[in-house]
């Protein structure tokens, strides 16, 4: 079973960007879709961006024009670009797949949008 580890956060004043990764422990070329999740404390976990084996996106309301999801199956890799971050974007970002049963919950990486 494929584990995700996330990486890439930090704390960035609002309007800035980062990148964050996820790198698969093995092959994710046949897992259909792949997306970000997010949560902070007491809220549910929220999906904010997925992105389908054959290319196609989809983004939250909340972030939509704002964060570009991406992966790179050569390097089992997915990316979330965030851009013009608003303090609301302050969570735990996860990845996992979309559809099926979850892979076990990685570590996460923090964001923190604060000046």
């Known amino acids: 079973q494929v584990q995700f580890v996330e990486s890439g956060g930090g704390l960035v004043q609002p309007g800035g960007s980062l990148r964050l990764s996820c790198v698969a422990s093995?092959?994710?070329?046949?897992?259909?879709?792949i997306g970000w999740y997010r949560q902070t404390p007491g809220k549910q976990r929220e999906l904010v961006a997925r992105?389908?084996?054959?290319?196609?996106?989809g983004y939250a309301d909340s972030v939509k024009g704002r964060f570009t999801i991406s992966r790179d199956n050569a390097k089992n890799t997915v990316y979330l670009q965030m851009n013009s971050l608003k303090p609301e974007d302050t969570a735990v970002y996860y990845c996992?797949?979309?559809?099926?049963?979850?892979?076990?919950w990685g570590q996460g990486t923090q964001v923190t949008v604060s000046s």
């Open positions: 093995g092959s994710i070329v046949s897992i259909y879709g």
């Open positions: 996992n797949v979309i559809s099926g049963k979850f892979t076990p």
């Open positions: 992105v389908i084996n054959d290319g196609r996106t």
